[in-house]
């Protein structure tokens, strides 16, 4: 079974630093893509973040580019997503996501608040 287990979320000030892990089983990690997604209250789910683990080509969205760097640790399973100069407006629940084994896969999120 394809899972993903996000962690790493909570309160922070304005201009300060997460990491948030997204540790991927049950297939075989090399072969997929992983992303991270963010969904806001009353917003549609954004996707911010992708990397290509096989050989660590990276996607960024405008609104995180030169903020947000995403990377893998294949010995771990596990990609990370570093946050750096978080803004109020990146408050969200943070998501990542596979297409694992010909389905989408999501994890449970985790909660980004933050605080002005």
């Known amino acids: 079974e394809v899972q993903l287990v996000e962690s790493g979320g909570g309160l922070v000030q304005a201009g300060g630093s997460l990491r948030l892990s997204c540790a991927a089983s049950?297939?075989?990690?090399?072969?997929?893509?992983i992303s991270w997604f963010r969904q806001a209250p009353g917003k549609a789910r954004e996707a911010l973040s992708s990397?290509?683990?096989?050989?660590?080509?990276?996607y960024y969205a405008d609104s995180v580019k030169g903020r947000f760097t995403i990377s893998s640790d294949n010995a771990k399973n596990t990609v990370y997503l570093q946050m750096n100069n978080l803004k109020p407006e990146d408050t969200a629940v943070y998501y990542c996501?596979?297409?694992?084994?010909?389905?989408?896969?999501w994890g449970q999120g985790t909660q980004v608040t933050v605080s002005s």
């Open positions: 049950g297939f075989t990690f090399d072969d997929y893509a």
């Open positions: 996501t596979s297409a694992a084994d010909g389905g989408v896969t």
């Open positions: 990397i290509t683990t096989s050989d660590g080509s990276t």
